[in-house]
């Protein structure tokens, strides 16, 4: 979900929605089966990626933009987009543990249908709805929320880039105390944590604490994201682990669909995000609970 001001209105546009399911969704899915033990690490260096994209692409579409008009600069970004994607998505491999051919038999797991019986699953997809808004309301109106502060342009859409150096550090540091912790433990912090960044942008008056909120809330970000697609091979396996991954990601799709257009919506009523925060809040609580729910509901087997 992208989001432009209009005539100073907060307006939000779907932008790239497709293209980041059929992309991110399955390569993120074709790393889990290769790894057993370090398997946090490996999902969190494999999605840091996102991170690191956050925080170089607008630098060079900013570079960019100077020497040619921005609709050529776009062009060029979507042919070198094209490109290297193709030449990526042309290295990746299923594991053997995904098809079976390591046990020479099938691949071990449950099927898409069998995972959306368990109890397991249906805890884990109802904390992914919950904490989605709390995930991707921050992207949409942190920023305007610094201008309503005074904050400058640069300032202001800054912020977004701090997130993006939280979520790089999370995404790298989380899989080593996953992996040592216990991934399911470790999500339920991280739900905890990212609700509770939410208490800086509330006390927010500048440009300090607004800082480190979306720094505290990028690392929170970026440790979730990263532990999704390992928890699913741990209670799932391998056997339909994209279908899971994708299924799952659909809860997180409502949440980025609907979150910033209620906050917007919330702020244009009141003139101002306390009353967001405070639902944030909440959903990131429910979202902790129905994380140790599903922590509880089952076992990891894979």
């Known amino acids: 979900m992208g989001h432009v001001f209009v005539g100073g209105v907060r307006e ?5 929605g497709p293209g980041i399911a059929l992309v991110y969704t399955p390569s993120i899915a074709s790393v889990q089966p290769w790894f057993t033990t370090r398997r946090g690490l490996a999902g969190g260096i494999a999605s840091s990626g996102v991170g690191a994209g956050t925080l170089l692409v607008p630098v060079l579409v900013a ?22 994607g193709l030449l990526a998505a042309a290295l990746l491999k299923r594991a053997p543990a995904a098809t079976g051919a390591d046990a020479g038999g099938s691949a071990s797991g449950l099927s898409l249908r069998e995972t959306l019986r368990t109890s397991t699953f249906r805890w884990f997809y109802l ?10 309301i921050p992207f949409a109106h942190v920023s305007a929320s610094a201008r309503d502060l005074g904050l400058s342009e640069a300032l202001a859409v800054g912020l977004v880039g ?3 150096v939280g979520s790089l550090v999370g995404r790298f540091a989380i899989g080593v105390v996953a992996d040592r912790l216990g991934r399911a433990q470790t999500l339920v912090l991280m739900q905890l ?16 604490l607004l800082a480190l909120f979306a720094l505290w809330f990028g690392l929170s970000y970026g440790s979730i994201v990263s532990l999704l697609p390992a928890i699913c091979m741990d209670y799932f396996g391998g056997k339909s682990v994209a279908s899971v991954v994708g299924t799952l990601y659909s809860g ?9 257009v209620l906050a917007g919506a919330v702020f244009d009523h009141s ?9 944030c809040g909440v959903l990131s609580l429910c979202a902790t609970w129905a994380s140790r729910q599903m922590k509880r509901s089952g ?3 894979y």
Do not use: C, D, K
């Not at 609709?71 to 970004?77: G, S």
């Open 162 to 164: 701090l997130i993006g």
């Open 127 to 136: 904390a992914t709805v919950l904490a989605s808004p709390v995930m991707f």
């Open 271 to 279: 003139g101002h995000y306390l009353g967001v925060m405070a639902v």
């Open 63 to 84: 570079m960019a933009i100077g020497p040619m008009p921005w609709r050529e600069a776009m062009r060029v970004l979507a042919l070198g987009v094209l490109v290297l």
């Open 193 to 208: 944590s990212m609700g509770a960044s939410y208490v800086l942008w509330a006390m927010a008056g500048g440009h300090v």
């Open 299 to 301: 076992q990891a087997r």
């Open 252 to 260: 997180a799709a409502l949440g980025n669909l609907l979150g910033p």
């Open 12 to 16: 939000l546009r779907p932008a790239g």
